[in-house]
């Protein structure tokens, strides 16, 4: 990435600003008639005409509102629709295989970092993303065939499960950490601007607010696939593993159609070589000057330590640019907390429904709430919740709307301690759900407590509020205060985070046994309150340096269309030679 043309704009534009003025013919300045003469002429003078930047009265008195999205947009969450729909698809079987989820989740969180270390210095997303799936087509080509009839009768079948679960997540990570990142490339402004609404209303099209609603469409989009667990259990109790495989299968074909067929629209950036180890030297450099970021600037080289004490490879920008990556890193801390939280639906909530009378409905579809909650509550959330806010002058910014899905996710916490205390307290086997005698059915098994399943439905809708808060913010953060050269792998340690919050859930999995489920529970919600108030006092200051970190995109090179890109990426692996000979 050529650092130094932004470099140059930015500094140009902070020495001279943009002025207005009206001259009349004699070359003096005409004094500013107003087109209203009715209206008070500082009034007049301080609006900023349909398209141009908002005054600093403006920002502080006019409503902030999303503007139209790409269309490239769109058909990149049809092909993560299709993506989270062959996961989750293969998700919901895998669990008769596999009584703990955690491991499973580890590995594809994990695999993310490394796909977006490929992506950022090497491929770029696109590319990054197609070999992925490729990867992702072997993994799901070996579960199908090894789980038909004549391989499971010939033991096939494990081993091909082990084999295809490692390639899967390997192509999950290609994917997952660039595709994130790549459908918010495809907005191209940078800039907020005002524009009058047709009901006359003048409001402020921010860049920040198409960015939030991008992701929470994008989430809307991973929740309608992973309805598709719902479809894949029944093919596997009616008919066997087979079909149960092959329609995730299928729709994953169908998503790499639509990505390969699109690559004309994409907007994407051309990975900036060895961009990582220079962030990390630009935090050495930092932490050896006891925190001076300047340090890390060749200006500030030049003027104090005559440019010979580094070798920079970069400017001032992309320093400013790693300075605020670290501001996201910093939040991203408390996360685990949250997905420890967030888990409990995919493993103990199961558990718990199943010490529940079911009344017909499988317990492992009780889940199937949580997403249910986020397709409905997201448009009406994003749609009419914060604009509704945004009218009486409070705006939801992401420290604000992080610390919320932490409190709701302690909610949906406290109301599973109050399902299961209930449980406890309800017969035939009180704390020993269906491990006691008296619950000793006539054909051996055992008759769960007397406690409708329905009831645990508020505990799903209180984890599917926290992820609208938490989970979609914290997408938007991710991409917001990254560097244009490093978006897939500070979206990648984001993703990281649940890593992380997986291998605390296999610490906690001793306590969750009865009859100590209650108090793991109660334990949980402690915690998550706790890392929500920590977290709104800790992070809460940078609400009112958003708009002011975000203003860094201005100043970086847009992204082009995936033929530029090559172009650029294969001029750059081109250059060093060059030089070489020229220097020959």
């Known amino acids: 990435m050529d650092h130094e043309t932004p470099a140059a704009e930015f500094h140009a534009t902070a020495v001279a600003p943009r002025t207005k003025e009206h001259k009349d013919m004699a070359g003096g300045i005409e004094p500013f008639k107003p087109e209203y003469p009715h209206e008070d002429l500082g009034e007049i003078a301080s609006l900023s005409p349909d398209g141009e930047e908002p005054t600093e009265e403006e920002r502080h008195t006019l409503r902030k509102v999303s503007d139209k999205l790409p269309w490239a947009a769109f058909i990149i969450c049809i092909i993560e629709l299709c993506e989270r729909f062959t996961y989750y698809g293969l998700s919901g079987p895998f669990q008769n295989y596999i009584e703990n989820s955690y491991g499973g989740r580890f590995w594809c969180y994990v695999c993310p970092v490394f796909g977006a270390i490929v992506s950022d210095q090497y491929l770029g997303k696109y590319w990054t993303i197609f070999y992925s799936a490729l990867i992702y087509i072997l993994g799901n080509l070996i579960l199908f065939l090894t789980s038909l009839p004549v391989a499971i009768e010939n033991g096939a079948s494990l081993g091909g499960l082990i084999t295809a679960m490692i390639i899967i997540g390997i192509g999950t990570g290609g994917i997952k950490s660039n595709v994130s990142p790549l459908i918010a490339e495809q907005y191209q402004n940078t800039s907020q601007f005002v524009k009058t609404l047709?009901?006359?209303?003048?409001?402020?099209?921010?860049?920040?607010?198409?960015?939030?609603?991008?992701?929470?469409?994008?989430?809307?989009?991973?929740?309608?696939?992973?309805?598709?667990?719902?479809?894949?259990?029944e093919l596997e109790a009616n008919i066997g593993f087979w079909p149960a495989y092959l329609l995730p299968f299928l729709m994953f074909l169908v998503g790499f159609a639509v990505l390969v067929a699109g690559k004309s629209k994409y907007k994407v950036r051309a990975p900036a070589g060895s961009v990582i180890p220079k962030a990390c030297k630009i935090m050495w450099i930092a932490l050896m000057n006891k925190g001076n970021w300047n340090a890390a600037k060749p200006e500030y080289?030049?003027?104090?330590?005559g440019g010979k004490k580094y070798n920079l490879k970069w400017d001032g920008i992309f320093v400013e640019e790693v300075k605020r990556a670290l501001v996201a890193c910093k939040v991203f801390c408390f996360f685990p907390i949250y997905w420890v939280v967030y888990s409990q639906m995919l493993n103990n909530f199961i558990s718990q429904a199943g010490q529940m009378q079911l009344h017909g409905i499988p317990n492992d579809l009780m889940q199937n709430w949580d997403p249910i909650t986020i397709i409905i509550f997201i448009p009406i959330i994003d749609y009419f919740f914060y604009p509704a806010l945004g009218k009486l002058g409070f705006q939801m910014k992401p420290i604000t709307r992080i610390t919320m899905g932490f409190m709701f996710g302690a909610g949906a916490m406290a109301y599973a301690a109050g399902v299961q205390k209930l449980i406890y307290k309800t017969g035939p086997c009180y704390d020993a759900p269906g491990a006691?005698?008296?619950?000793?059915?006539?054909?051996?098994?055992?008759?769960?407590?007397?406690?409708?399943?329905?009831?645990?439905?508020?505990?799903?809708?209180?984890i599917g509020l926290s992820?609208?808060?938490?989970?979609?913010?914290?997408?938007?953060?991710?991409?917001?205060?990254?560097?244009?050269?490093?978006?897939?792998?500070?979206?990648?340690?984001?993703?990281?985070?649940?890593?992380?919050?997986?291998?605390?859930?296999?610490?906690?999995?001793?306590?969750?046994?009865?009859p100590k489920l209650l108090w793991m529970y109660v334990g949980l919600c402690i915690a998550c309150f706790i890392a929500g108030v920590l977290f709104w006092v800790i992070y809460s200051k940078y609400n009112d340096t958003e708009e002011e970190m975000n203003e860094l995109e201005k100043y970086t090179a847009k992204p082009k269309s995936v033929e530029q890109a090559d172009e650029e990426k294969a001029a750059a692996a081109e250059a060093p030679a060059r030089e070489k000979s020229i220097s020959e």
């Open 198 to 233: 047709k009901s006359g209303e003048r409001v402020i099209v921010d860049p920040g607010k198409t960015i939030q609603r991008i992701y929470s469409i994008f989430y809307m989009m991973i929740n309608i696939g992973s309805l598709s667990s719902i479809a894949t259990t």
């Open 436 to 462: 006691c005698e008296a619950g000793l059915l006539p054909d051996g098994t055992y008759a769960p407590n007397n406690v409708h399943v329905a009831i645990q439905a508020p505990a799903y809708l209180l």
């Open 301 to 305: 080289q030049e003027e104090f330590a």
């Open 467 to 514: 992820e609208i808060f938490a989970s979609i913010t914290g997408l938007e953060y991710a991409f917001t205060k990254a560097p244009a050269s490093m978006k897939s792998f500070i979206m990648s340690l984001f993703l990281l985070t649940s890593a992380f919050g997986s291998a605390l859930g296999i610490a906690l999995s001793p306590t969750a046994v009865d």
